[in-house]
């Protein structure tokens, strides 16, 4: 006698009807998704806090007992309130502006604490060896400039050694810029024209010509020179510092942000004429393009770690998003508990890879030196004592003057080098 097959009914919540028992299923889908979109938000809010209000107020009340010039209070309660996450980015933008402004003891201070954490292997270790995870952003990281940042600034402290007499410091910081210039195997690194320029300079007055020639002839064979720079005399007790534009911008580029690449500011000046009394007009073109710098080193290390981070992004994102799908049309067209199960399974894997995807971090670190120039003009020479006229006349590529100013330089009996700085377009 044939038995007819039994077919056992899908299992029902207890006393619920089928199409209640569909509900409650997609409820609990509908909440499964709420409570990990929830997870993946908070987890996407975290990162660095900013100062409070009241490290603010005391910051300013600091300022002004350490006489902070009004002007640059500022930047310098930047640097007493962003911990040392941001100091050498801070000490950097101040102190360049302190030089600009005369204000040269506080230059040098910033300065000498920015060089002290740059050159220290261990400052900030802790955190750049935390970075290299996936979960860690590059930005957290304690900031220590790209090669072209940390080479300005030996440069900008060495023309401070400069305006001292002290010409041995002076030198030491143009080879230690070109130093953190080197990549290995990269034919435009450690090629800093300022930096030769200088150490030409200060050689000259150590009385030592030879490592003075060899400077400027290493400096004659850089590619990325800008032109005809005249260079500086022993006998020289001026220096015209000017700087052409705004420095190059650093942006994300790639599908996550991960790839670093710098943009070029605006500027205008690529020829300076000085008009100095009872001598005939020089003209000089620019010892760097700040820009061309930032940009003629080769990759860095890091790119490779960045690049990592963002392909374990997307592949976390992919597979989430796959998982998702394929959970959810399981879940939500099945009849079998079991299924049922497996699909909102499915789905919370997805919602958790999704998550662990929107935890990596491989966004470039993209925090700038943001008051360099993008073009830096040396030039050198000789005044006796009393006040003068120098006249500066600024050319662009067409040889169209954009800008002429008049210059009070008043040098004392004193043997110390006059330093003028000045701004161009």
Not at 34 to 59: D, F, N, R, Y
Not at 64 to 90: F, K
Not at 96 to 120: H, M, N, P, T
Not at 360 to 382: E, G, K, Q, V, Y
Request: hydrophobic share 40%.
């Amino acid at each position: 006698m044939h038995t007819p097959r039994r077919y056992a009914p899908p299992l029902l919540l207890e006393g619920t009807p089928a199409s209640e028992t569909h509900r409650c299923r997609r409820r609990l889908l509908g909440s499964t998704c709420v409570l990990a979109a929830a997870l993946l938000l908070t987890s996407c809010a975290s990162g660095p806090k900013g100062p409070t209000v009241q490290q603010i107020e005391a910051a300013q009340k600091q300022a002004v007992a350490d006489g902070i010039p009004q002007p640059l209070q500022h930047m310098y309660i930047d640097l007493l309130t962003d911990g040392e996450r941001q100091y050498v980015l801070n000490a950097m933008r101040l102190g360049l502006a302190a030089e600009r402004s005369g204000y040269s003891d506080l230059a040098k201070r910033v300065f000498d604490q920015a060089i002290k954490r740059v050159a220290s292997l261990q400052a900030g270790a802790e955190q750049a060896e935390r970075t290299k995870s996936k979960f860690v952003a590059d930005e957290e990281k304690w900031f220590k400039g790209e090669a072209y940042e940390r080479s300005a600034l030996y440069l900008y402290r060495g023309i401070l050694y400069a305006a001292d007499g002290d010409w041995g410091n002076a030198a030491a910081c143009a080879k230690r810029a070109q130093v953190e210039d080197i990549a290995s195997k990269e034919q435009d690194s450690g090629d800093w024209y300022s930096a030769e320029w200088l150490l030409a300079f200060a050689s000259l007055k150590q009385n030592d010509p030879g490592t003075a020639n060899d400077a400027l002839a290493r400096g004659a064979k850089f590619p990325n020179r800008q032109g005809n720079v005249l260079p500086p005399a022993a006998e020289d007790n001026v220096l015209i510092v000017a700087e052409a534009g705004q420095g190059p911008g650093k942006v994300g580029l790639g599908e996550y942000h991960e790839k670093l690449a710098f943009v070029q500011g605006d500027y205008k000046t690529t020829k300076l004429e000085i008009d100095v009394p009872s001598q005939a007009p020089a003209t000089t073109a620019a010892t760097d393009s700040v820009y061309v710098q930032a940009t003629t080193r080769g990759p860095r290390k890091l790119d490779y770690i960045l690049n990592g981070k963002a392909e374990f992004k997307s592949a976390t994102d992919m597979a989430g998003n796959a998982a998702i799908v394929a959970g959810a049309a399981t879940a939500m067209t099945s009849n079998n508990d079991t299924q049922t199960i497996v699909g909102l399974g499915l789905v919370a894997a997805g919602l958790i890879s999704k998550g662990v995807s929107a935890s990596a971090h491989p966004a470039a670190d993209t925090r700038t030196w943001d008051n360099l120039p993008n073009s830096i003009f040396l030039h050198s020479f000789r005044l006796p004592p009393g006040t003068h006229q120098v006249v500066l006349k600024a050319f662009d590529a067409n040889g169209k003057i954009v800008k002429q100013e008049t210059l009070s330089v008043v040098i004392n009996p004193q043997p110390n080098l006059t330093v003028i700085w000045t701004q161009l377009p």
